[in-house]
């Protein structure tokens, strides 16, 4: 008996701590809408294309791919956005995604292409989910200034998801 009082009296010393998704503004669930293709979610992140500092974002799925919602996972310099999978499926699995579409941007303008950065990330990314079982669909890098200016890595590196 005197064991279990002194265990409780430990338990409620500690800090609890409660974890809550804020959202914004509520979806209207009747008109969700189903990501199938890397254009479907392009235009999600069409305002990365004129941001001037490099963001990076994860656009939350459900099972059937439909927007649950988006996530500024990381805001950087003109250059560089740290990305951590601690950071990219925090909300994921707060928002209980059943996967995730990562994207980024190149403010500078330059040709479209992914860096050794930008997949390593993305092996990290893809390993972590796998793990922790959200799917990520892709990682997409959007140009400066053009909505058709975007790359899609799922497509020009497959391997990456065939680990």
Not at 123 to 138: S, Y
Request: contains cysteine; glycine residues 4%.
């Amino acid at each position: 008996m005197q064991r279990q009082v002194m265990i409780d009296e430990l338990t409620y010393q500690l800090p609890k701590f409660k974890l809550c998704l804020v959202q914004e503004r509520p979806m209207d669930r009747g008109s969700a809408i189903t990501i199938t293709r890397p254009q479907d979610a392009v235009k999600y992140f069409a305002p990365l294309a004129l941001a001037c500092e490099e963001y990076f974002m994860a656009l939350h799925l459900n099972a059937k791919n439909e927007v649950l919602g988006l996530h500024e996972v990381s805001h950087g310099t003109l250059s560089a956005s740290l990305v951590h999978p601690r950071e990219v499926f925090k909300a994921a699995l707060i928002a209980n995604s059943f996967a995730i579409l990562v994207c980024h941007n190149h403010p500078s303008g330059s040709a479209l292409k992914a860096s050794d950065e930008d997949i390593e990330t993305t092996k990290q990314l893809v390993k972590a989910g796998q793990f922790m079982g959200v799917n990520v669909i892709d990682h997409l890098i959007i140009g400066a200034g053009y909505l058709d200016d975007w790359y899609s890595l799922r497509e020009q590196h497959p391997e990456i998801w065939a680990m």
